[in-house]
């Protein structure tokens, strides 16, 4: 190797050296001071007009309240039919259970199943 490599790769070497350290070189600039041109006052109020508004993100129950529907059903027409739906003998009669049950007569005799209650209460085994 004469002299003339010997230059150009030691200058190569270096400006990879150089190019490697350009890339993590950090500079400290010290803690910055905070500059603001808004007064106290005026950040109180930015804030207290944010906490008022609505959130746009929320989901679920943080959304806050529905939004009012409209009915073009008045007041008078829903009341009249809550009063019709009280006065009927079951409000949630559907179908077959719109009668009232029926008494059902015991085949047993009342000794019987109170024996049959004191032995399940104590864990005994009901005969069969």
Do not use: C, W
Request: glycine share 8%; hydrophobic share 50%; no cysteine.
């Amino acid at each position: 190797m004469n002299t003339k490599q010997r230059i150009a790769l030691s200058a190569i070497a270096f400006a990879m050296l150089g190019a490697a350290g350009a890339v993590h070189a950090e500079t400290y600039e010290g803690v910055h001071s905070i500059t603001s041109s808004a007064s106290r006052a005026d950040v109180r109020a930015e804030a207290v007009a944010a906490a008022r508004n609505d959130n746009p993100y929320a989901e679920g129950a943080n959304a806050g309240p529905a939004a009012v529907i409209a009915s073009s059903t008045t007041r008078a027409a829903v009341r009249a039919e809550a009063v019709a739906a009280a006065h009927n003998d079951n409000p949630y009669a559907e179908g077959a259970s719109s009668g009232v049950a029926p008494m059902v007569a015991s085949t047993g005799d009342r000794a019987t199943v109170r024996a049959a209650a004191r032995a399940a209460a104590r864990g005994d085994a009901l005969p069969l």
